[in-house]
């Protein structure tokens, strides 16, 4: 299995600054995973955070808004750029340990005022 | 698009109870069906799987049968416990574990 370790937990953000969010896996995973929760509502995949190349952006999300770095194999940062309220969620890291299980970090639980 | 569709919450009920959270599922193609559990203050875990009709994904007392003509992936336990107070999300994926569509959660609140 794998142990994810996501900072920060929470935090409250000014509407307009960025906050990054850094996730920390205990092995080497392929592939990660950035999902948000809107007060709610259901998860919803951000971008697929690859090593060595640029992130995956699913349909409504943009790099300028939701930069990814992924710069090795046990580590990847979302960051939540000129934030407005409606960014306030819950962002949560993901991995997949190859076939058997998705796993997921604490989530770091946002709120822009 | 893929989606999942799961009962409103929060879901209340007594020690020993017998639970059913409601799943269904629209998809193209043959998803796998997973049910993911979200305990107060953790990360979401895996609960149980099943990767085509009429498999039925088990673990820790709670079962969940995919029924492709119903496009449904009930949850059901027996007996409930306090300890399975939680936050229960329903899931699709037609691509392994990558890509995972969920549904809004539904909490459930077990009582002593």
């Known amino acids: 299995s794998a142990v994810i370790s996501q900072k920060p937990s929470r935090d409250i953000c000014q509407r307009g600054t960025s906050l990054t969010i850094q996730c920390q896996v205990d092995?080497?995973?392929?592939?990660m995973f950035w999902y948000r929760q809107q007060p709610g509502q259901s998860l919803t995949l951000i971008a697929t955070?690859?090593?060595?190349?640029?992130?995956?952006?699913e349909s409504g999300f943009v790099i300028d808004k939701f930069p990814i770095s992924r710069p090795n194999l046990t580590f990847s940062t979302l960051t939540v750029s000129n934030m407005s309220p409606e960014d306030s969620s819950i962002y949560l890291c993901?991995?997949?340990?190859?076939?058997?299980?998705?796993?997921f970090g604490q989530g770091t639980r946002l709120t822009v005022v | 698009g893929n989606s999942v569709t799961q009962m409103e919450g929060p879901v209340t009920l007594s020690e020993e109870a017998f639970l059913t959270i409601n799943c269904t599922y629209t998809a193209t193609g043959y998803p796998s069906l997973f049910w993911y559990v979200q305990y107060p203050g953790e990360g979401l875990q895996l609960l149980l799987k099943a990767t085509k009709a009429d498999d039925k994904g088990s673990n820790k007392g709670f079962e969940a049968t995919y029924r492709k003509e119903t496009t449904s992936f009930h949850l059901e336990k027996g007996s409930v416990q306090v300890s399975d107070s939680a936050v229960y999300f329903c899931?699709?994926?037609?691509?392994?574990?990558?890509?995972?569509?969920f549904g809004t959660g539904t909490r459930l609140l077990v009582s002593p």
């Open positions: 955070a690859n090593q060595g190349s640029e992130a995956t952006y």
């Open positions: 092995s080497q995973v392929t592939m």
């Open positions: 899931a699709l994926s037609d691509g392994g574990f990558q890509k995972l569509v």
């Open positions: 993901s991995v997949e340990d190859g076939s058997t299980e998705a796993f």
